[in-house]
């Protein structure tokens, strides 16, 4: 006779994938693309040493609509001058004056 035992403790545990929280794909501008003193709208680099303009791409702000412009979305961005990544909220983006140079 079998011994009998619930199915929770037989095997392995179900393994039960987590959904992101909307990570969205921006494309940035590279340092030869901006121009020293212009005004572009993008983040700053998060990294301390860095802390220089990352500005999004013109396709990308032409393309963003009323449902890509919530305040919650991330942004997973490689900084273009010192190859660092991280997120950012796409909501906290903003005007900044471009300077060449560190």
Do not use: F
């Not at 121009?35 to 040493?49: E, F, H, P």
């Not at 990352?54 to 997973?76: G, K």
């Not at 991280?86 to 909501?91: N, T």
């Amino acid at each position: 006779m079998a011994i009998k035992r619930p199915s929770k403790t037989a095997g392995t545990p179900v393994r039960r994938t987590t959904s992101s929280p909307g990570l969205k794909h921006v494309d940035v501008r590279a340092p030869q693309q901006m121009a020293s003193g212009q005004t572009y709208t993008g983040w700053l680099c998060k990294n301390k040493v860095c802390g220089r303009l990352i500005a999004i791409a013109p396709a990308q702000l032409e393309a963003s609509s009323a449902a890509d412009r919530t305040d919650d979305q991330l942004a997973a961005i490689k900084c273009p001058h010192c190859g660092d990544e991280d997120l950012y909220r796409w909501g906290v983006r903003g005007e900044h004056r471009y300077t060449a140079g560190g």
